[in-house]
Every structure is written in C-alpha cells, then in structure tokens.
C-alpha cells in the first residue's frame, strides 16, 4: 500500500473511530476527551512524518495552538464556542499539512555509463535522430518522456549534437 493511501486510511479511520465514539449510546465522551483523542491522532501522524522536519515543526505548532484555543479560560470577547471551533480549525490546518504531500521537484540526473553504453551499442553507434555516426565524447543524451529524473535503458536515447539541441528549442 502507498504512503499516500496509508495516512488517507489512517485519517478516515481515525475521524471514523472518533465519531463512532461519540454518538455511540453506551458511551459517554466529554469534549475535553474528544479533544485529547485527536491531539493524540495528530501526534501520531506528527511521528508517521518525522523526517519531513518543516511540516513537523509547523504541525507541532498549530497543534499546540489548538490545545492552547480548546483549553484556555482566559476573559476573552469570543464565547466558549467560537473557542473549540477556533481549535477544530487549527488543529484542521495541521492535519492537511502532515498528509499531504510537498510537490516534488524533479532533481536532474544523469544517465550511468553502462545505459550510455548499452543505448550508444543498441543504437549502432549512430545519432537516434538523423542516423549520422557519433563521435566518441560527442554525442548528448536525451530523456525520451521528459522526466530528468528516470533514469530507464527505455528512456535514454543518444543524439548527436544538433540533434539534441532541436530537441529542446523552445517553440
């Protein structure tokens, strides 16, 4: 099962668990119990997320404040209410963070020797595009479907100089 899927499960599982418990009739749950099962749900996540130390730093910190918000008597002009609610969101905030996903940026990489080799014999020691001989430490690399980052022997093709400039003028 992906990562992904995984914290999905666990958050519909938690959210599930948590309501069932409170409109079960044989069970009675105080909101300030409610409250410290879902900072506890979002501890775990916080531990199922602890290499991503940003999103960690950041769910830690709205935790807190949603504890701060749900549990605090001070004589302020919101009622008890507009409080939990304040809480809910908070702690909504920091739960988005920690499941979802940073958007990936695509690292360039570099194709190995061995797939250089193997695309440059399979290829005939000739340009994929124009079929012109390639000269040796001539010849450039292109990655067929774009992606930098995929390093595949299906995704390599060797072009001569030219070639591979025409691949990638913008038009």
């Given at each position: 099962?992906?990562?992904n899927q995984r914290l999905v499960l666990?958050?519909?599982?938690?959210?599930?668990l948590v309501l069932l418990s409170l409109y079960h009739p044989?069970?009675?749950?105080?909101?300030?119990?409610?409250?410290c099962v879902v900072l506890l749900?979002?501890?775990?996540?916080?531990?199922?997320?602890?290499?991503?130390?940003?999103?960690?730093?950041?769910?830690?910190?709205?935790?807190?404040?949603?504890?701060?918000?749900?549990?605090?008597?001070?004589s302020s002009n919101i009622t008890l209410g507009e409080q939990r609610i304040i809480a809910l969101l908070l702690w909504g905030v920091a739960f988005i963070l920690l499941i979802s996903e940073p958007r990936?940026?695509?690292?360039?990489?570099?194709?190995?020797?061995?797939?250089?080799?193997?695309?440059?014999?399979?290829?005939?020691?000739?340009?994929?595009?124009?079929k012109r001989k390639l000269e040796p430490y001539v010849s450039n690399f292109h990655h067929v479907n774009g992606n930098r980052s995929d390093n595949r022997f299906s995704n390599?093709?060797?072009?001569?100089i030219p070639c591979h400039r025409r691949k990638h003028v913008v038009s």
């Amino acid at each position: 099962m992906y990562r992904n899927q995984r914290l999905v499960l666990y958050a519909i599982l938690t959210i599930t668990l948590v309501l069932l418990s409170l409109y079960h009739p044989g069970v009675s749950i105080d909101s300030s119990s409610f409250f410290c099962v879902v900072l506890l749900g979002l501890l775990i996540l916080i531990w199922m997320k602890r290499k991503k130390n940003t999103r960690i730093g950041i769910g830690t910190i709205l935790g807190l404040l949603s504890y701060l918000a749900w549990f605090s008597t001070g004589s302020s002009n919101i009622t008890l209410g507009e409080q939990r609610i304040i809480a809910l969101l908070l702690w909504g905030v920091a739960f988005i963070l920690l499941i979802s996903e940073p958007r990936r940026i695509r690292k360039r990489k570099h194709f190995t020797e061995l797939v250089k080799r193997e695309v440059i014999h399979k290829q005939k020691n000739r340009c994929a595009t124009c079929k012109r001989k390639l000269e040796p430490y001539v010849s450039n690399f292109h990655h067929v479907n774009g992606n930098r980052s995929d390093n595949r022997f299906s995704n390599c093709k060797a072009l001569c100089i030219p070639c591979h400039r025409r691949k990638h003028v913008v038009s």
